[in-house]
Every structure is written in structure tokens, then in C-alpha cells.
């Protein structure tokens, strides 16, 4: 199989189905902000020293592909099978979330991006993240949207942020409150 077919030389892809439409189509954008999170998922992961973490890491990359091909999949075609994310997915997050916070100092401010590049990175995938949750729910609008997969990415936003302030406290990185000027 190659990697080049040359069927979206004139602007258009495929849904998960076969229909064609326009690759500026607000679906494709969902998806395609999806698969850009995935990647930074994927930075993140090979960053990551914390082996636990890294697991979880590459479990939501499993889970990102879930919520991807939900969003690819051609919403006309009732007869599509695309595998499912469950409840219990949006709670290992929470879990997650729950494990890191025992650990870090109670937020009181906002929390500046950076500190250490590894922080970074994070920060800048808690932002793709929220872009992609921006274009599902905006997707949800238009066509039906699974309502997990909204929720996950929003918990998986939340997930994401305190997994920055961790790698802060794990790289003893600075947490640079925000104060904003009086």
C-alpha cells in the first residue's frame, strides 16, 4: 500500500465510510486537531521519566484514536463501527489527576507556562487540547458528536495541566504565578 494515493490533490479526503468531503470541513479540523494533540501526547511520553505516567500517556494516545475515529467517521453511515470510549476512561483521568494533586501545593493563582522545557511542551498540549474540545463541541453544533468524547477531552485538558504542574514539582522547575498588575 502506498503511503501517497494522490485523492486529495484537489482538496478533498475521505470519512471514515467513503463519502468525500472538503479537507476545510470543520470534522476534518476536529480530527486532524486530534491527531496534532496525539503527536504532542506522544512528545510528552518520550520526555517523561516517570514510568507510571508514561503508561497513562500512551493510554490516552490509544483513547485519542478512539475520539479521533468517532470524529472521522461519516455521521450518514449508521452502519459504522468505531470503537468506544467509556466511562471509566474519563475516570482513570480524574484518577490521575486525583494521584498528582496529593502531591503538589494547593493552586491558588493562575500558573504561567514554562519553567522547564518539558513543562512547556505539556502546556502546549493542555492548548491543543482545548482547541480540539473548541472544535468538537463547535462540530456538535452542526452533527451529532458523541457526548463522551467532548468529555473527554475537557477532562484530559484538566489532566494535562496538572501533569505540568507535577513535571514542574518533579524538575523542581519554578511555577510562575500569575499576579496580574493593580
Known amino acids: 500500500m502506498k503511503i501517497y494515493t494522490k485523492t486529495g490533490d484537489i482538496g478533498e479526503t475521505s470519512l471514515f465510510g467513503g463519502r468525500r468531503v472538503s479537507k476545510s470541513e470543520l470534522r476534518i479540523e476536529s480530527y486532524g486537531t486530534v491527531d496534532e494533540l496525539n503527536s504532542w501526547i506522544g512528545l510528552l511520553r518520550d520526555v517523561n521519566t516517570n514510568e507510571s505516567e508514561r ?4 493510554e490516552i494516545q490509544d483513547r485519542l484514536f478512539t475520539v479521533g475515529s468517532s470524529l472521522a467517521a461519516d455521521p450518514e453511515n449508521d452502519k459504522l463501527k468505531t470503537p468506544d470510549l467509556h466511562e471509566a476512561d474519563v475516570e482513570l483521568l480524574e484518577k490521575g489527576i486525583d494521584g498528582m494533586d ?3 501545593e494547593e493552586l491558588r493563582h493562575f500558573v504561567l ?10 502546556h502546549i498540549a493542555r492548548t491543543v487540547c482545548r482547541r480540539a474540545e473548541r472544535l468538537a463541541v463547535a462540530l456538535h453544533h452542526q452533527e451529532a458528536v458523541h457526548p463522551l468524547s467532548i468529555k473527554y477531552l475537557n477532562r484530559l485538558s484538566d489532566y494535562l495541566f496538572t ?6 514539582h518533579d524538575l523542581k522547575a ?8 493593580k
Not at 503508561?55 to 500512551?58: A, P, Q
Not at 514554562?114 to 513543562?119: D, I
Not at 519554578?174 to 498588575?181: C, S
Open 102 to 104: 496529593e502531591v503538589l
Open 55 to 58: 503508561e497513562l500517556l500512551k
Open 113 to 122: 507556562p514554562g519553567g522547564h522545557v518539558f513543562v512547556s511542551y505539556c
Open 174 to 181: 519554578e511555577e510562575v504565578k500569575w499576579l496580574p498588575r
Open 163 to 168: 501533569l505540568s504542574r507535577k513535571m514542574a
